[in-house]
Structures are given as structure tokens and as C-alpha cells.
């Protein structure tokens, strides 16, 4: 008798205490805080309901509903040596791609793919992709390493060392990942090239090439500096004679001018008075008395 009368206070005792606590543990299970920068799939028995939570407070059913949070920040895949992966701020890091030029020279190819999850798409990633480093392992790693081993391959070894190949294969690389991006629920936001690596032995090639390169251009140079400066000397012994022709011809009518002058002072100077009865050269001379008188 004792037992069951005690039997109602039991009761009363776990109603009174047990339930409150029950109740306040459901009311946490049911509260999901969305912190900025992310967005959380709902799924209900591990189905996707299609409910996605934004930044913020939100209620969803405890031991039915679960959500699975995605980051929509801009993420940064890299490849990389090992020893710089260290020093990377990078969210994911890989190793470079290895491929072959168009002429075929071996080259290794570092990138880096700056993205962001797009939050409208992020229930069709939970149900069809997984979690965002599925995301990444499936779409981002696999796809940019396939273009960053194909596309090299339409360049030459040259073009990609010394010309603007490396501008050229990240551009191709963008505009081929986009689409791909876009229908995996992704925002591809940029793709850098930041170094093609040759093997030492072509590095070497190349700079002997351009030595001897450098060599050939100066020495026409040289040989064009020489030409320009025999064309001025020879322009300037014309210039010279030019002048001294000049002065010849000047200096010469002077000495004419001045002879005459002189020649007639001198005739001035010894005349008597009388007109020359005869005048002429030595070969032939004239009688002009007659004439005068």
C-alpha cells in the first residue's frame, strides 16, 4: 500500500522537472544560428527538403530535421610546391599540373581558381554534389587540372615563355570553366596563371638563344653606327671642299680686282701726260698717232 501510494509523486516529481528540461533541450536541438557568410541546407530524415537558411536565427524540427552548412565566402584553390603550401593562405591546396607545350617541351603549371558557392543553388549541391569539400574534389580540382593540362598544349614552348601565352592560357582556362562552374551551382570569380615552370635544360637554351640574339643586334648596331658615321665624314669632307671652292673663287676675283687696281695706279702714276701713239701686245700693235691727231 505504502509503493502505490507513492507511485503519484513520482510522477509528479517527473512531470515537474523532467518535462521542463526536456522541453528546454528540444527548444535548443530546434535553433540553428546561420553566421554570415554561410548558408544551411535543411533535410528532414536525411532527405533535401529545398529549405535553405540565410544568415541568422531560424527554427527547424529537433530529431526530424538536421542542416548542412555551406560557405559562401570567396574559396581559393592553389597548386603549389610543397614547400610553399606551407607559407599558402589558400583554402585548398594541390599540387602543380604537369603537361607539354605544343612543340612539346614538358612545362609544369601553377594556378590559383578564386570562387564563391552560390547560395540559390545550394540546396541542388546537398542533394546532387555533398559537402563543400565534394564540391571542390568533384568540380573545382577535377575540371581546372583538365584545362590546365589541355590548353598549354596549344601554345608553343616560345610563345609561352616570352610572349603573352601565359594571359592567353588563363583567359581560355576562365572561359572554359564558367559554364562548367555555373551548372555545378559555383561562381568562378577569377583564374590566375602565376608561373609556367620549364625543365633547366630548355631555361638554358632559351638564354643562349638570346644571348646570341643580343650579340647579332649589336653588332648591326655597330655596323649601322659606322655607316651613319662614314655618311657625316663624308658629308662633311663635301661640306669642306664646297667652302673651300667658294673661297677660292673669291679670293681669286680679289687678286684679279686687286692687280687691276694696282696696274692702273701704276699706269697713273708713270704717265707724262701724253697719249701712246701705239698700243697693243707684243704680237700685234697698232699705230693710233693718226687717230689721235
Known amino acids: 500500500m505504502n509503493e502505490y501510494?507513492?507511485?503519484?509523486d513520482f510522477r509528479k516529481f517527473f512531470i515537474s522537472y523532467f518535462t521542463p528540461a526536456i522541453v528546454i533541450v528540444l527548444f535548443l536541438l530546434s535553433i540553428r544560428i546561420i553566421s554570415a557568410g554561410e548558408v544551411s541546407v535543411v533535410?528532414?530524415?536525411?532527405?533535401?527538403?529545398?529549405?535553405?537558411?540565410?544568415?541568422?536565427?531560424?527554427?527547424?524540427?529537433?530529431?526530424?530535421?538536421?542542416?548542412?552548412s555551406y560557405n559562401t565566402?570567396?574559396?581559393i584553390y592553389e597548386t603549389s610546391t610543397v614547400d610553399k603550401q606551407k607559407a599558402s593562405e589558400a583554402?585548398?591546396?594541390?599540387?602543380?599540373?604537369?603537361?607539354?607545350?605544343e612543340d612539346g617541351q614538358q612545362v609544369n603549371i601553377f594556378y590559383t581558381v578564386r570562387f564563391s558557392i552560390d547560395s540559390t543553388?545550394?540546396?541542388w549541391i546537398a542533394q546532387n554534389i555533398g559537402s563543400e569539400i565534394?564540391?571542390?574534389e568533384k568540380v573545382v580540382k577535377t575540371e581546372s587540372r583538365i584545362w590546365a593540362r589541355n590548353v598549354p598544349r596549344r601554345f608553343s614552348a616560345h610563345m609561352l615563355y616570352t610572349g603573352d601565352g601565359s594571359i592567353k592560357v588563363q583567359n581560355e582556362i576562365f572561359d572554359a570553366l564558367k559554364p562548367t562552374f555555373e551548372e555545378n551551382g559555383l561562381v568562378l570569380d577569377s583564374v590566375g596563371i602565376r608561373e609556367i615552370q620549364f625543365t633547366d635544360q630548355y631555361i638554358s637554351a632559351i638564354e643562349t638563344k638570346q644571348i646570341e640574339a643580343v650579340k647579332v643586334e649589336t653588332e648591326q648596331n655597330i655596323a649601322e653606327q659606322a655607316k651613319h658615321q662614314k655618311d657625316a665624314r663624308i658629308t662633311q669632307a663635301q661640306g669642306?671642299?664646297?667652302?673651300?671652292?667658294?673661297?677660292?673663287l673669291t679670293l681669286d676675283a680679289q687678286v684679279l680686282q686687286k692687280i687691276s687696281l694696282d696696274n692702273q695706279k701704276l699706269?697713273?702714276?708713270?704717265?707724262?701726260?701724253?697719249?701712246?701713239?701705239?698700243?697693243?701686245?707684243?704680237?700685234?700693235?697698232?699705230?693710233?698717232?693718226?687717230?689721235?691727231?
Open 5 to 8: 501510494f507513492r507511485m503519484p
Open 43 to 68: 533535410a528532414r530524415f536525411g532527405r533535401v527538403t529545398g529549405r535553405v537558411l540565410d544568415p541568422g536565427a531560424h527554427l527547424i524540427i529537433p530529431l526530424v530535421e538536421n542542416t548542412k
Open 73 to 75: 565566402k570567396k574559396i
Open 134 to 136: 565534394a564540391l571542390v
Open 240 to 248: 669642306e671642299a664646297e667652302e673651300q671652292r667658294l673661297q677660292r
Open 91 to 101: 583554402d585548398y591546396k594541390d599540387y602543380p599540373v604537369d603537361t607539354n607545350t
Open 267 to 293: 699706269f697713273i702714276e708713270k704717265w707724262n701726260g701724253t697719249m701712246p701713239k701705239i698700243i697693243g701686245s707684243e704680237d700685234m700693235l697698232f699705230d693710233v698717232s693718226n687717230i689721235i691727231e
Open 121 to 123: 543553388k545550394a540546396a
